[in-house]
């Protein structure tokens, strides 16, 4: 019948008219392939391994800063041959000799580091094995005996020196070696020199997460406030702090640029 | 004389306001110990043992997500007990039986999580060793046999499935262990529920950092785009992906609250 | 013939097997759609009509702080009324009166506010037309006449104060109106206190862009270091600073919630 | 008496004690010019002049891409002649003239552009006034008659294109004229190609933040998914979308680098 048509044409209509002021248009289905992303395909990395020490070996793409052999890859302040005490697959602080540089030069990292304060520690606080990491040759991640040993809480071992405490107090006590695992990415300035990102780093200290991702604010003076200087690549800085507690051991070194 | 004093005087008027506008004013120096904080103490955690494997035992203050003996943090979908397969101190993935869930739900966190493909894994693409941890049972970082086989980047082992591929390949051979270390901060929304802040991973992978403080862009659809939908902590999720290869193992998982 | 066949099944099984490995598997084209979103639709909000002193009036989600009035949004420190002093539809502190408050708590928002410094100002540096504007009661903007005014950088108005100092110095001289638009994100902490996030603040003044998402790095002492202590939402704040010279006077104070 | 004094200095001495193990160092006093920052003098910029339209004109130091006149600053695809029509001190897409772009690039910056969908504007969804602001040719903030023209909401006004809808619909009516304030941060890449550091965006649409700092994923395509590719400065871009509705007008367009 004709009526019953019209009316249901109408009454069809309706509905539809009301779906459409009511829903969104239909979102075509997408397919899984649609978000699949097939290159740049990651380049092979081949894991280190495992070694006794609760440590893996270097991966094939790192470079290697120290090997137990000798110190061919630092140098002194002066770019002359760095003084510090190779013995036993390990290099010890040479007390007077001054901080210690890769020769080499780094912009973003990860960086495998270990090193030991010795089992005859003396001294407290700041005087207690205290020696540094200088990433860039700026920006302090400290190292200092903090086993059971107070001291300014952003000043303990894997503090951002003067800024950053560390989440934890990860600390092995004198004589067992520590283990510096540390992903870092370097500021970056605008070309009229002023800060665009500042740096940003995550440390691992024997497992235990004690930075995760955290802005570093400008150098780390002992004296004074962080300040942002621009600058490009630097190379590692290993501080000869001259505290007159025994010195620390390092070994196994390695850095994979990012 | 007077005319001599006037002189001067205005000599020195002039001196002294050229150097008020060319000089900042004298900036007193701090002491070191302006710049020292002394609390909170960071809480002492005591660090994991060296194992052979190349990894450190779970830390002090972790929380044992599985053990070798049994899986008694874990559950099925239903609260019901985790069907999968717990032998030789490992458990391995039981086909069918559905993804498991830990009983605990988790903010932000760190996890270590130890996984191996079959040595004898065959198919290809994502039909080889496929499954996932689901970080608050949402976000998922892919597991999957990556060595030697090609497929969409991100969805191979160590990308934030469907998003943000690896940085390296950093995959072992089948029948060897690989590790997963993961530091995680949870989404925070808004009380109108819009999103605040996204979450954010980071991946190392046998030692190798694959994802770097990566912003997760929303939930991690096989099909679809990512979205965020405003939740609390979560458990996380182990998944049966369901895949004809043979299935994988799991062991030494362990989490810490950040 | 039967080596032929041999022969070319041989080369197709090259070419197809070269194509395999150099072609990433072909991604089926999306549609226009698929990347749709539909809802939440964005509230409708009606904007400000244009005025001719350059400003638009507040839109239509704001919450009017003065219009040129009476301070009944605002208090003084001890809840009580307000003691600044309303006339010819702006109000100027109220010397010795001290510091007035919002009555309402915010936490993230957007703040248009106008200030005057008069046109018989004396004195210099921080003794000359010095206030701010403390978001969340916590976080100084600063306040100051800054026209031919030479200070201290992050003590400038525009600064956060004793933090970040402006990017442009956007004085207008005395006697005459300045605007600020402010977009401000609250700071976020964990459950234990420690900081989550921290607040961020764009600030535009006289419609120059002199804080960009600046992060705030803690609260804002006049003497000391900025430390961040957890809190929740917390009202504006407007200082009665006390400098002997004329005060600031203020009209169409507005802000959004975000 | 002896005793007591004995008895006193012992509990003196415990008190001292106790204070000792309880309290941190004492922190000595800063001075408030110990935070004071002198250098460097940020430039000053001569704020804009309030207008009847309720936006200021340009500050001192923007660059001026549209004054009522002529299109000098703009050009087409191919260099040639900007072929949109400039009349009554405004300036109106040219249908099928295609796309034009600023003969100059830019990086880092805050532009002000105001546009107007005419009055007569008819069709619906995308297919009413669309156009587009492409940052750096790249990343397009969305133009179109939004004012009660329902489509999807990362197309409406406001939004970073099929990414990001705008927090609130902020639109004017046809015939009235819109006006944009966009701060913009160009994404930076590594030497490798890699993304280091998405763009950010925030746009204010008639004096409404719409977008707050959002990061913006890729390139805006109308058709798939965001991607990065390294790029250095860039043109802005108008768009010539090509939809069959009346074309919108363009006024007032000044850009500030950063």
Same mark, same amino acid.
């Given at each position: 019948m004709k009526w019953t048509k019209i009316y249901l044409s109408l009454v069809l209509s309706t509905v539809l008219l009301t779906l459409q002021a009511q829903q969104p248009k239909q979102i075509p289905k997408m397919e899984s392939a649609m978000t699949e992303i097939w290159e740049p395909v990651p380049e092979v990395v081949t894991p280190g391994k495992s070694k006794p020490d609760g440590t893996l070996s270097a991966p094939s793409d790192a470079i290697i800063l120290f090997d137990g052999k000798n110190l061919s890859?630092?140098?002194?302040?002066?770019?002359?041959?760095? #003084?510090?005490?190779?013995?036993?697959?390990?290099? +010890?602080?040479?007390? %007077?000799?001054?901080?210690?540089?890769? !020769? =080499? /030069?780094?912009?973003?990292?990860?960086?495998?580091?270990?090193?030991?304060?010795?089992?005859?520690?003396?001294?407290?606080?700041?005087?207690?094995?205290?020696?540094?990491?200088?990433?860039?040759?700026?920006?302090?991640? #400290?190292?200092?005996?903090?086993?059971?040993?107070? +001291?300014?809480?952003? %000043?303990?071992?894997?503090?951002?020196? !003067? =800024? /950053?405490?560390?989440?934890?107090?990860?600390?092995?006590?004198?004589?067992?070696?520590n283990i510096y695992d540390i992903i870092y990415t370097a500021p970056r300035f605008k070309e009229n020199g002023n800060l665009l990102y500042p740096a940003r780093v995550t440390v691992v200290h024997n497992g235990i997460v004690v930075q995760n991702n955290t802005q570093i604010t400008g150098h780390t003076p002992n004296v004074g406030l962080p300040k942002y200087k621009a600058h490009g690549p630097g190379p590692l800085r290993l501080q000869d702090h001259g505290d007159p507690s025994a010195p620390l051991s390092f070994r196994n070194i390695w850095i994979r640029e990012m």
């Open positions: 890859s630092w140098q002194d302040k002066n770019a002359g041959m760095a #003084q510090w005490q190779v013995h036993d697959g390990v290099f +010890t602080v040479n007390k %007077g000799t001054g901080d210690i540089f890769t !020769k =080499q /030069s780094f912009e973003d990292f990860q960086l495998h580091l270990e090193w030991m304060v010795p089992a005859n520690i003396s001294g407290e606080s700041q005087y207690r094995g205290n020696s540094g990491v200088f990433l860039q040759n700026m920006y302090e991640i #400290q190292l200092l005996d903090s086993y059971q040993n107070p +001291t300014y809480v952003n %000043g303990q071992a894997g503090s951002v020196y !003067k =800024q /950053s405490p560390p989440l934890k107090n990860a600390m092995q006590s004198p004589g067992h070696w």
